[in-house]
């Protein structure tokens, strides 16, 4: 059974490019090892984040997760069993975004200022899929490689 696992966060303090390389870094050794895939997105000190695998491995890195400080108000957008995967190539992918490009993935308007994309897919779990999907979308169509 895979279970999915959509949040979203506000970092701490602003990320820099250090910072990110090293939370990925370590993602993608510990979710290599316990059959973790997904995707991080970072965009103007907002978190969204796909995690996928075993059930209670996922929710088990979501507790950890949820408690480290360089983040706060972890907010689960989306959970569920999903018959498949996603990002199986991906241990944690990584994609930059603009606020715009994060609306219009998750099929909503592009003017659309950040904690009201994250308002509309807290409510409306749809669009969180789409979002997921577009990234995906996003990855395969750059050839971002095995992670
Ligand atoms: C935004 C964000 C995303 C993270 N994603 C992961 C992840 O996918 N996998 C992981 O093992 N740790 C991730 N972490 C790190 C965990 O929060 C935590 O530091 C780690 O799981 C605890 O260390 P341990 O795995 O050595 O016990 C993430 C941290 C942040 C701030």
Redesign the pocket.
């Known amino acids: 059974m895979t279970y999915q696992i959509i949040y979203s ?1 506000a ?1 701490a303090m602003p990320m820099q490019l250090d910072d990110l390389e090293e ?2 870094q ?6 290599a090892a ?1 059959g ?1 895939s ?1 995707a ?1 997105v ?1 965009v103007d000190g907002v ?1 969204l ?1 796909i ?1 996928e695998g075993d059930a209670r491995t996922v929710e088990e ?1 979501m507790v ?5 400080v ?2 706060e108000t972890v907010t689960v957008l989306k959970e569920e069993v999903v018959s498949a995967a996603t990002f199986t190539d991906w ?2 992918a990584y994609v930059s975004a603009t606020p715009a490009e994060v609306a219009r993935w998750a099929g909503l308007s592009g003017t659309m200022a950040l904690p009201e994309i994250l308002s509309d897919m807290r409510n409306s779990p749809f669009n969180a899929t789409r979002l997921a999907e577009s990234i995906f979308a996003v990855l395969t169509s750059k050839g971002q490689g095995s992670r």
């Not at 370590?26 to 979710?31: L, M, P, S, V």
């Not at 950890?64 to 480290?68: L, S, V």
């Open positions: 966060s970092s939370i990925l370590h993602a993608r050794d510990k979710n316990k973790i997904g991080l970072y978190f984040q995690l890195l950890r997760i949820a408690c480290d360089r983040h241990s944690m």
